[in-house]
């Protein structure tokens, strides 16, 4: 939901950009059954699972509340905030548009981890069914389009959804640089086009699938080329997209692979920062739609993509559409949950993280559900559902980002020796977790090890060049007495967004927060207004508060300000904003109060932040 550039753990500086989920393979219970006496992970402060959700409502109807959980030693754990990716649906035929799910009875058995098909599972990031071939043959795909849609040849379609391999990180990282020096130089004018070049250095211009496809099987050795459910779910999402490339050339009729390589691509845009990889995401779902339209796997792909994209309204329609074919759709139940969250629609979103939470328990729902909760001031609850998460993990991937969501919650809290600790976890479990690694960072930072921050976050910027790592690794430059370099990082947030608005992505709520710190005040400003046009967030609300006050307006702030904290989310960014305004429009003991929690939530939210409230605070104390 909707992250704020400085806690990218959440999306990177976009609101929809989560790490990608993988399937839980053991569901266990549901996150309002959880139990009190279930124990903590190890490695974190022994806080019980989560506990009822006020109310029976969210009971599921097919994980029986004795359904056995992994244990602790077996899973790590997550990222904060879940949106916009979600764990596999329920088995599909494969090949096939038999979407309807067999388990949704109450009588229903889950199958253990263990006796799960390999085939039936879902690539890492996303929740498409791969097409699994029928023994050797290709029975599983259509025997023809619908007369009333037009397929591409063969020879057409996989070149047009091709993603080539992205660039070395210092090739993107170089662009980057390239691109914001240009714009520094007054050659506005050729922005647009020069985003163009910039998306081709990003993905380095590789070999596309419409080629012969040897380069994918070369990539894959003793791998093969049709797709291989085992290799997808490993958590290589290269290795996932140039296996299924393989395969869609082979079978370019399957709108299953079709599906998947699109989820795939908008999973890759969302870990390397590369916001081009979205048209192809699109083209590989508009031809899994064109082989089998209204198929549930493509219409939940788009509303993946859509949220990727930050519209939101377009996600809710796309989620409402796949679950209208398909009930039990994980992707869809979860992009469900994320539209109406970043919608504002904070009530509903809580009714869908309950309707989610009876039909499909597990990873992608707990974490959704715990932010939720989050949202709405009940941190116990979001902790102790992160904690039956990361219990009922099964793999790397699972593991990294439950992980990591419960080190930045703790975090968020101020306890920084916890929250290290569970980005430990996820890293033990995946060592390349970017969002752990920037997690970490800024847990260093806010413990006072600022030179391991800035290591730590300028490998994750090498790879991952996103907003909210930029611009907090420009903050600790800055904090250092290191300007150039911090401006350099501020002027990579302006290349990225450039690129992420030609690739079709609402870059507004980037665009102001950052902006109103580290740029143009008055492009804040019209930034936030249209972000807020949009959406009715509390994330929105606090940029817009931000922005006014950033351009001398206070007094229009405070109400933004006073409404960004009204739903008892505590944020300690967002009391510092809401205090500082304070204190701009006179309201001195409000002022003191709104400063104190921020410090007293989370001392070290922000290098620069942080310093401030603490500046303003004795000036006010002075003032007594």
Not at 415 to 425: D, F, I, K, M, T
Request: proline fraction near 7%; charged fraction near 25%; hydrophobic fraction near 40%.
């Amino acid at each position: 939901m909707s992250p704020r550039t400085n806690d990218s753990a959440r999306g990177s500086g976009q609101e929809a950009t989560r790490p990608a989920e993988t399937r839980a393979s053991s569901k266990g219970p549901a996150a309002s059954e959880i139990s009190e006496a279930t124990e903590a992970p190890a490695g974190t402060d022994a806080t019980p699972p989560a506990e009822a959700a006020g109310t029976d409502a969210a009971q599921p109807t097919q994980a029986p509340t004795s359904a056995k959980v992994p244990a602790a030693s077996k899973t790590p754990a997550a990222t904060e905030a879940p949106t916009g990716t979600e764990a596999t649906p329920p088995a599909e035929a494969a090949g096939t548009d038999a979407a309807q799910p067999s388990q949704a009875p109450t009588s229903a058995k889950v199958p253990a981890a263990s006796k799960t098909p390999a085939a039936t599972e879902a690539p890492t990031g996303t929740d498409a069914t791969p097409p699994a071939e029928a023994a050797g043959t290709d029975a599983a795909q259509p025997t023809q389009a619908p007369t009333s849609t037009k397929v591409p040849a063969a020879s057409e379609a996989p070149a047009a959804a091709a993603a080539p391999p992205a660039a070395p990180a210092p090739g993107r990282v170089g662009a980057l640089r390239r691109f914001a020096a240009a714009a520094r130089r007054g050659r506005g004018a050729h922005l647009t086009s020069c985003a163009v070049l910039l998306a081709v250095a990003m993905t380095a211009g590789a070999v596309a699938v419409g080629d012969d496809g040897r380069d994918a099987a070369r990539a894959l050795p003793g791998v093969s080329r049709a797709v291989d459910a085992e290799v997808l779910l490993r958590g290589d999402l290269d290795t996932a997209i140039r296996s299924l490339q393989a395969h869609v050339r082979q079978q370019p009729r399957d709108f299953g692979a079709w599906a998947t390589l699109g989820l795939a691509q908008v999973e890759r845009a969302r870990t390397d920062g590369d916001p081009s990889r979205y048209a192809r995401a699109e083209r590989a779902l508009a031809r899994s739609l064109a082989l089998r339209p209204g198929n549930d796997r493509a219409l939940a792909g788009q509303a993946a993509l859509a949220a990727a994209r930050h519209d939101f309204t377009a996600a809710l329609d796309h989620a409402d559409r796949a679950l209208e074919r398909n009930p039990y759709s994980e992707r869809a139940l979860c992009s469900r949950i994320d539209a109406l969250v970043e919608l504002g629609r904070y009530e509903e979103a809580a009714q869908a993280a309950t309707v989610a939470d009876r039909r499909r328990p597990g990873v992608p729902v707990f974490t959704r559900y715990a932010y939720v909760r989050e949202l709405r001031g009940d941190v116990r609850t979001a902790r102790r559902v992160l904690h039956q998460a990361l219990a009922g993990a099964s793999g790397p991937a699972d593991v990294a980002y439950v992980a990591t969501a419960l080190g930045n919650l703790e975090r968020g809290r101020g306890r920084y020796g916890v929250a290290l600790r569970h980005y430990a976890r996820a890293l033990a479990a995946d060592d390349a977790h970017l969002p752990a690694l920037e997690g970490r960072a800024r847990a260093q930072a806010a413990a006072g090890d600022r030179a391991g921050a800035i290591t730590t976050l300028e490998q994750v910027v090498a790879r991952s060049p996103l907003p909210g790592p930029l611009v907090a690794l420009g903050e600790l430059y800055e904090d250092r007495g290191d300007r150039a370099k911090a401006r350099e990082q501020y002027a990579l947030v302006d290349a990225w967004t450039a690129l992420a608005r030609t690739a079709g992505v609402d870059v507004d709520l980037d665009t102001a927060l950052a902006a109103a710190d580290h740029g143009d005040t008055a492009e804040a400003l019209r930034a936030a207004r249209a972000e807020w046009d949009r959406r009715r967030t509390v994330h929105t609300a606090d940029a817009l508060a931000w922005a006014l006050h950033r351009e001398g307006r206070s007094a229009e702030a405070l109400p933004y300000a006073r409404r960004a904290t009204a739903t008892g989310y505590r944020d300690a960014a967002f009391l510092h904003h809401r205090g500082m305004i304070e204190k701009a429009t006179g309201h001195l003991r409000a002022a003191r109060a709104s400063l104190t929690a921020a410090l007293e939530l989370n001392p070290g939210f922000s290098p620069l932040g942080a310093r401030a409230a603490r500046a303003a605070l004795k000036d006010l104390e002075a003032a007594r």
